[in-house]
Nanobody, 123 residues
Framework: QVQLVESGGGLVQAGGSLRLSCAAS????????MGWFRQAPGKEREFVAG???????YYADSVKGRFTASRDNAKNTVYLQMNSLKPEDTAVYYC?????????????????WGQGTQVTVSS
């Protein structure tokens, strides 16, 4: 069983930055791929970014060049650095873990989820 706890959300002005963190429990964290998803009010949960154990990264087109996923396996933590934030980035952001070690962009692909952290970008 893996437990994920996100932190770092908040309110920021357009153009600003935030860094989300996701602390994971479990000894097999380093073998899991990790992902970030987000869900805005009235919308479906969507893939944002993913990172494998070997630090291969993959991003949604909407965040490419602005967001960066990273991980520290020694700390069992994954990060999402978000720069040049836009109002349309406003959402609850969820950390997710993939037992397969592969990144999937469907919300049905991850095996574990965090509780989510709110990110609000004001215009």
């Amino acid at each position: 069983q893996v437990q994920l706890v996100e932190s770092g959300g908040g309110l920021v002005q357009a153009g600003g930055s935030l860094r989300l963190s996701c602390a994971a429990s479990g000894r097999t964290f380093s073998s899991y791929a990790m992902g970030w998803f987000r869900q805005a009010p009235g919308k479906e949960r969507e893939f944002v970014a993913g990172i494998t154990w070997s630090r291969f990264t993959y991003y949604a087109d909407s965040v490419k060049g602005r967001f960066t996923a990273s991980r520290d396996n020694a700390k069992n933590t994954v990060y999402l650095q978000m720069n040049s934030l836009k109002p349309e980035d406003t959402a609850v952001y969820y950390c997710a873990a993939y037992r397969s070690g592969l990144i999937g962009t469907s919300e049905h692909d991850p095996n574990y989820w965090g509780q989510g952290t709110q990110v609000t970008v004001s215009s």
